[in-house]
């Protein structure tokens, strides 16, 4: 509501301050009735003093793709306020871990808002270009092959020459690294992983197709180092049209990608970028190495996956 000017005669008698003090009094007390009636038809929930309102409601029906708004969903926010309390009450929201993660979601929330509000929605993939994609890439699909490992996860500081050496060794089987590492009192985690080839990289590919059941092999991951054995191969293709969807979403995310690095070195152009002399000294700068024991992903890939993560986070 807006409140005009009051126009006061000269003499601003008492009775002229009496009444507009009044009418003052009456406008206020309007809008916060006002408020208070329109704020009472749209808070659906109060846990603890904190309001949930219809339009959290419908934002969160929104996010989790929803057609109808349940009791669990109301339930669901309530329980996350119950949280959010406990937090504030342990002032969990001023810890300084916690507050860089709010400010990277904030962040990206922007980001990714900035980049669905300057691009449009990427063309639907042609008929050619899924089938394209399907003859080009054989070990994704009509030849791919399903690969079960037993591995050995160990810190990669144990991984020394001598170890290295044992895993390299003709007939050497993963017991044998096993007692080892027991031998050597070297603290490991076994798992069993299923691949398929549409997820390992070329080079390792290639190196698998002609590796025996029971080989070993080493793949380094940051910091740990993986004792791998090749356990079982075999085949699992997948037809055009089963791959079809697949392909399709593949395809879209791919020009989606292309969409974010082009508004990204726009937007480099226009700006003031400068980096630390410690930034300097980082390896591949700008680029999001992967490491898979079989060497790194391209620049061009490394590029787009980095302009990626920066819009859309870490997968």
């Not at 050496?165 to 044998?176: F, I, N, S, T, W």
């Amino acid at each position: 509501m807006k409140i005009g000017k009051a126009v006061l005669s000269q003499h601003h008698n008492l009775t002229g301050k009496v009444i507009v003090s009044a009418m003052l009094m009456l406008a206020l007390a309007a809008c916060g009735e006002k408020k208070a009636s329109s704020g009472s038809t749209q808070v659906v929930a109060n846990v603890d003093g904190q309001e949930i309102t219809i339009h959290q409601v419908n934002n969160e029906l929104a996010k989790t793709g929803g057609t109808q708004v349940t009791k669990q969903l109301l339930d669901g926010l309530v329980a996350r306020q119950l949280l959010v309390n406990a937090a504030k009450k342990d002032k969990l929201d001023t810890d300084p871990a916690v507050l860089a993660d709010m400010e990277r979601s904030r962040n990206l929330v922007l980001a990714q808002s900035y980049v669905s509000s300057k691009l449009k929605a990427p063309t639907r993939p042609s008929e050619q270009e899924v089938e394209d994609l399907y003859r080009k890439n054989p070990d994704w699909f009509a030849q791919r092959r399903q690969y079960e490992f037993a591995q050995l996860i160990i810190a990669g500081t144990n991984l020394t020459p001598e170890l290295n050496a044992l895993m390299e060794q003709p007939g050497k089987r993963l017991e044998d690294v096993v007692a080892w590492l027991d031998s050597h009192r070297i603290q490991y985690a076994r798992q069993q992983v299923l691949k398929t080839s549409a997820d390992l990289p070329p080079q390792m590919n290639s190196s698998l197709k002609n590796m025996e059941r029971g080989a070993l092999f080493v793949v380094i991951e940051g910091p740990t180092a993986i004792l791998t054995s090749l356990q079982d191969a075999k085949s699992a293709p997948v037809t055009l049209a089963l791959a079809t969807p697949q392909i399709q979403q593949y395809l879209v995310s791919q020009k989606q990608n292309q969409a974010s690095e082009q508004l990204v070195e726009r937007l480099k152009k226009d700006a003031k970028i400068e980096y630390s002399e410690q930034a300097k000294s980082f390896k591949d700068l700008g680029a999001t190495p992967v490491s898979t024991g079989e060497g790194v992903k391209d620049d061009e890939s490394g590029k787009n996956e980095a302009i990626s993560r920066g819009v859309t986070g870490f997968k």
